[in-house]
């Protein structure tokens, strides 16, 4: 049976030509996902790996490892004390100190090479610093800089050359005195590297003042005793780690972003498999049945109906590992192809090249090769009922209809689903079982989509006889076989359901998210830094034409040993009071201002505010906004009442006890300024800190013309952004968009699943038609005519695929949608559902130029001759 | 040998001194070696011969489905070595009707749908007198809302009939038209291509390899290897099966 298998696929290859590419495009997207996730993640790791590996102990900020070498929102109590103390600990040979900040290197044009470069100060001492110089010098004084070659070719830089940078402190020119590489690659950042002098470095990266992220140290060996003479010279909050330990836990993190990223690109991979297998089957139907006399005839020579499933299922495999096979070289190719686009959008994925694992090939060929047989199982099993004098007729055409019980079934099926699904949404059942629901309908759909091929053929064959004699038989011939049409439909109905669903949703969580947030916002504009921006700017804030009021706030995110995060902020009270929408709920402010007092925000009523009386309830104490996601913000307990003492963990380690003299409306100004003290109090906890944002008031007839003035004076300084004070409403619903689009992208890969589904279909069901469609160009039907009809027929088929795929998502959004309540409206737009179907009957229309093709080359004489 | 000496008769097709060649070297075959014959207008022509005789090549070529290696083919004073690939199609589609011995009908229509299908196709209205007369000498005046499944293969095959005749053609080419019906059916079949012709003036080639069909035509060809081999007048069984001996000797 091998053999026969084997000579099989021999004479019918360009017929498994159509399954094989299901297959290989489904395996394509896994591998390219898995190898993509693989190669990043080595790199990731590697170079952590690469970047420790002269260093022996680490100085950190202790607690979390949040701010990851980047002068990130926590505050470090490394200074330029700390390094100096570090450096006179005996047994230390030499210490370096570590920060980044985003600069920008600009073109002779203007333009910027990437806006992911990153600033770090030149590590002087060998064996610690990653880099290595491939010309010129190190940096030896300020104005001096070495950047990596990537960046050096891209913006045209040699040794010597004079360079305009964008740094946190705004636009500086300085001379290139070399040219650096991180081992094989050109930088450790993935937009790469420009070094300063340390002291420089110190001033520029931190907008102002120094403040470093790690202390690299090298001892003479030794660390423990180091270790400790290091742990008592620093203060309490900084913390000497091994390299080991910083390695294992940013590749910790590292690990988890890539864990994040991996499940979702194989669950997209997973989901155009499973639409690959309703093209495998369907093709592999056809095939089968398009074979029957031949099938028939192993029958009638003593074939065993176990043999001749045997014999199918065989090519079955041997299509799935031949496919699965070219797949995995497909998807290497696509995740080069990928990165390189990616790279050309300035989002460099770090690690270039393919990294191939034997997991991914194992994969890649185990799932590949089983969809395909699981795809095969049921037209193998059918065939294996072919009776012998099958052999003896002249034709087989797959004539299966609709059976009664499938009619009854599918029926039955589909109108307990939109019942369930109906009432679940009224409140009527609970809405538990609205998941079950979905899964129903979609099961339904699948059991019950040949009655609806059926029966939208019907119903779509009256708009097709505008064209004529042509557009009935398209109409007919989509009709002839709704078993078929349906699998075939399917493919692209999976795909556009869940696109329309994810639009449709997506869209009403955004417009109801973000108009509930721009209630919560009060000031005009907020100018912020995470690494603070310089007090000449923010005086030039104040001055700007048309700013009526402006409150730069001082603020740190304090990350007290293993706790949450805490914020702490003062300002200027009275510019507050004029510039913000922070107002007073209970209690004073005149003891914060002037006192040890602190104002807090009411967390109960902020959630209240934003997410409605019903689910404020639940949804208590899981967070807010502009916290770091999954983390909480301890406001003392929700309970908190003016006259309470809370406990404030201070920079050096020590505990503040404040007592609360104010609570706070709940606004998103008084959420970004966390618990607000006086400025004594705040010198007290957190010492010395830069302004991290500028609230600002402008006169109501030039608000759009003061936000281009701060544009303007903040363009050059990296890490400064302006934006409107409903900025937290703009960038959920940016997030939100984002978020829509990028599913949708992904999803965008069963529509292509289902092209080369409906082009299966259609190719096989010409060949299969061939006599027919040599009879009717006997009969005097034009070449164009038969074009046009294969062609409708397809178009036909997609329009049907997009009736019902679009059908079910505007269903299933409008019924999730709903059962949300909140008065979250269903605003459908549709425009963007317009394009969504347009993209569907495209499909269609797409996929029918090859049978056309085909089609219209088929010869008379066919008709003629018996097979 | 030769039908054309007869200055006043009236041609539906001809071909003259028509070859075929298939196959390239040593594999060439000549289907059709020299051939010059006329079918007349308004008789009911058959042709016989062993397989492989070119009596195939013959009828398609004859009613332009393919082309001739050399040599002229006409149907009423159209050269169809001149015609382009649309005109050829336009041309069968309003003056050649066509029979064949399977794959007859398109399954997705009615029989009446399938005997207006060439009508339609021109965007012709069917002449309702005529449509009626030829419907009701196949006698399938209660059949024609039938789907093509729901008929038995003589039904099937006279719903053929009924559409190469409704279009009124100059000729109709049938290609073994009883090829897979019982004696009972084709003799139906015949009749209705005898009726057509005797009665409503029609003209009829037949490609058989059966002598009982060919004796209901008025004129046998009898083919062997690509030439013509020899002619019978008013056949009857006995007298083709003669000359089926004569010339296969």
Redesign the interface.
């Known amino acids: 049976m091998l053999r026969l298998a084997l000579s099989n696929l021999r004479a019918n290859w360009t017929r498994f030509l159509a399954t094989a590419a299901a297959v290989v495009v489904g395996v394509a997207f896994l591998a390219a996902g898995l190898m993509l996730t693989d190669a990043v993640r080595v790199s990731l790791l590697g170079s952590v790996e690469q970047q420790y590996a002269g260093v022996d102990l680490a100085v950190t900020t202790a607690g979390e490892f949040a701010n990851l070498g980047d002068a990130g929102e926590s505050v470090s109590p490394l200074g330029a004390d700390s390094l100096a103390l570090v450096r006179a600990v005996p047994g230390v040979v030499a210490a370096a100190p570590v920060t980044t900040a985003e600069v920008r290197v600009l073109k002779p044009d203007g333009e910027a090479v990437s806006l992911r470069t990153q600033g770090r100060p030149w590590i002087v001492d060998d064996e610690l610093n990653p880099l290595t110089l491939d010309s010129g010098r190190a940096p030896t004084a300020g104005g001096e800089v070495v950047v990596d070659r990537a960046t050096a070719d891209r913006a045209g830089l040699r040794t010597g050359s004079t360079v305009v940078l964008e740094t946190p402190l705004g636009e500086r020119t300085a001379k290139v005195v070399g040219i650096s590489s991180f081992g094989r690659s050109a930088a450790v950042d993935p937009g790469g590297t420009v070094s300063f002098f340390e002291n420089e470095a110190a001033l520029v990266l931190g907008g102002g003042r120094v403040s470093w992220s790690q202390i690299l140290v090298r001892t003479a060996g030794g660390g423990a005793p180091v270790t400790q003479s290091l742990q008592q010279v620093l203060p309490p909050l900084a913390q000497v780690v091994t390299a080991e330990d910083v390695v294992e836990r940013e590749q910790r993190v590292l690990n988890t972003f890539v864990d994040v990223l991996r499940p979702v690109l194989t669950g997209f991979a997973f989901l155009s498999l499973f639409v690959c297998a309703f093209v495998i089957f369907n093709t592999f139907s056809v095939v089968v049945t398009q074979r029957f006399r031949e099938l028939a005839l192993v029958r009638a020579v003593g074939g065993t109906p176990a043999q001749v499933r045997r014999s199918l299922m065989v090519e079955g495999v041997l299509v799935g590992l031949v496919a699965s096979a070219v797949g995995l070289v497909a998807g290497a190719a696509l995740s080069v192809g990928l990165q390189a686009l990616l790279s050309r959008f300035d989002v460099p994925l770090p690690g270039a090249g393919v990294k191939v694992t034997t997991g991914t090939v194992v994969m890649g060929l185990v799932v590949g090769t089983l969809v395909t047989v699981a795809s095969v199982a049921v037209p193998a099993f059918r065939a294996g009922r072919t009776k012998p004098v099958e052999a003896m007729r002249s034709s087989a055409f797959d004539r299966s209809g609709t059976s009664k019980v499938r009619l009854v079934l599918g029926g039955a099926a589909l109108a307990a689903a939109v019942g369930v699904l109906l009432g679940a949404k009224a409140g009527a059942l609970p809405k538990a079982l609205l998941g079950g629901g979905t899964l129903f309908m979609f099961t339904a759909l699948v059991v019950g989509g040949p009655l609806l091929a059926r029966v939208f053929s019907k119903l779509l064959s009256f708009p097709m006889r505008a064209f004529g004699l042509t557009g009935r038989l398209a109409a007919d011939n989509c009709a002839r076989n709704p078993k078929r049409t349906a699998t075939t439909a399917n493919a692209l109905v999976i795909g556009l359901f869940l696109v329309t669903l994810v639009t449709v949703s997506g869209t009403a969580v955004k417009s109801w998210a973000v108009s509930r947030l721009n209630t919560l916002s009060g000031s005009d504009y907020i100018v912020s830094s995470r690494s603070g921006i310089p007090d000449d700017v923010v005086a030039k804030i104040g001055t700007t034409k048309g700013v009526e009021g402006s409150a730069g706030v001082r603020s740190v995110v304090l990350r007290p040993d293993g706790g949450s995060p805490f914020i702490v902020s003062t300002t200027d009270f009275e510019q507050l009071a004029r510039t913000s929408g922070v107002k007073v709920a209970t209690g004073s402010l005149d003891t914060v201002a002037n006192g040890d007092g602190v104002a807090i925000i009411d967390q109960q009523e902020l959630l209240k505010n934003l997410l409605g009386d019903a689910t404020g309830q639940d949804l208590a104490g899981t967070g807010d906004p502009s916290a770091d996601p999954g983390a909480t913000i301890d406001l003392g307990g929700t309970t908190t009442k003016v006259g309470d003492q809370v406990e404030v963990p201070a920079l050096d380690g020590s505990p503040v006890v404040l007592t609360v003299a104010a609570t706070l409306k709940a606004k998103l100004d008084a959420l970004t300024l966390g618990n607000l003290v006086g400025p004594s109090t705040f010198a007290r906890v957190a010492g010395e800190q830069p302004v991290r944002f500028v609230f600002v008031r402008t006169d109501p007839s030039q608000t759009e013309q003061v936000g281009l003035r701060l544009e303007q004076l903040t363009r050059s300084y990296t890490t400064i952004d302006v934006q409107p004070g409903n900025f937290v409403g703009q960038f959920v619903g940016q997030a939100l968009d984002f978020l829509i689009n990028a599913v949708n992208a992904l999803l965008a890969m069963s529509l292509l699943v289902a092209l080369i589904g409906i082009v299966n279909t259609m190719t096989l069901s010409i060949i299969e038609r061939r006599q027919e469609l040599g009879m009717v160009r006997a009969l005097g039907m034009t070449r164009g005519q038969v074009g046009t009809m294969v062609a409708l027929e397809s178009v036909l088929l997609g329009t049907l695929g997009t009736l019902v795929g679009v059908g079910t998502g505007l269903f299933l959004g409008w019924v999730l949608v709903g059962s949300l309540g909140q008065g979250i409206s269903l605003n459908v737009d549709w425009g963007r559902i317009g394009l969504i179907a347009l993209a569907g009957v495209a499909v269609g229309a797409l996929a029918s130029l090859l049978p056309t093709r085909r089609a219209t080359r088929v010869r008379v004489l066919e008709a003629m001759q018996p097979t | 040998m030769t039908t054309t000496e007869a200055a006043q008769v009236e041609w539906a097709a001809q071909v003259h001194d028509a070859t075929k060649r298939y196959g390239k070297g040593d594999s060439t075959v000549m289907a059709l070696n020299g051939v010059t014959v006329g079918f007349q207008k308004g008789r009911f022509t058959a042709i016989m011969g062993p397989s492989g005789s070119g009596k195939?090549t013959l009828m398609?070529c004859a009613a332009g489905?393919?082309q001739l290696t050399s040599g002229r083919a006409f149907i009423g004073s159209a050269e169809l070595g001149r015609l382009s690939?649309?005109q050829l199609?336009?041309l069968?589609?309003?003056k050649v009707g066509?029979v064949?011995?399977?794959?007859?009908l398109?399954?997705?229509?009615t029989a009446g749908e399938n005997i207006a299908?060439?009508l339609?196709?021109?965007?012709r209205r069917p002449d309702k007198a005529w449509m009626d007369q030829v419907v009701q000498t196949v006698g399938l005046a209660d059949r024609l809302d039938h789907k093509p499944s729901e008929l038995s293969g003589g039904q099937q095959q006279r719903v053929a009939v009924a559409?190469a005749l409704v279009e009124r053609p100059e000729i109709i080419f049938a290609?073994e038209p009883t090829g897979?019906l019982d004696t009972h059916s084709s003799g139906e079949i015949l009749s209705f291509m005898q009726t057509a012709v005797r009665d409503l003036g029609q003209t009829v080639v037949m490609v058989t390899h059966d002598p009982g069909a060919a004796s209901y035509a008025d004129r046998v060809l009898f083919l062997t290897d690509g030439r013509l081999t020899g002619e019978v007048m008013a056949p009857t069984v006995d007298s083709v099966l003669a000359a089926m001996r004569q010339t296969v000797a």
Do not use: I
């Not at chain 2, 339609?120 to 965007?123: D, E, H, I, T």
């Open positions: 195939s398609q489905l393919d690939e649309k199609t336009l069968r589609r309003e066509f064949f011995q399977q794959f007859n398109l399954p997705t229509l299908f060439p339609r196709l021109a965007k559409r290609d897979n």
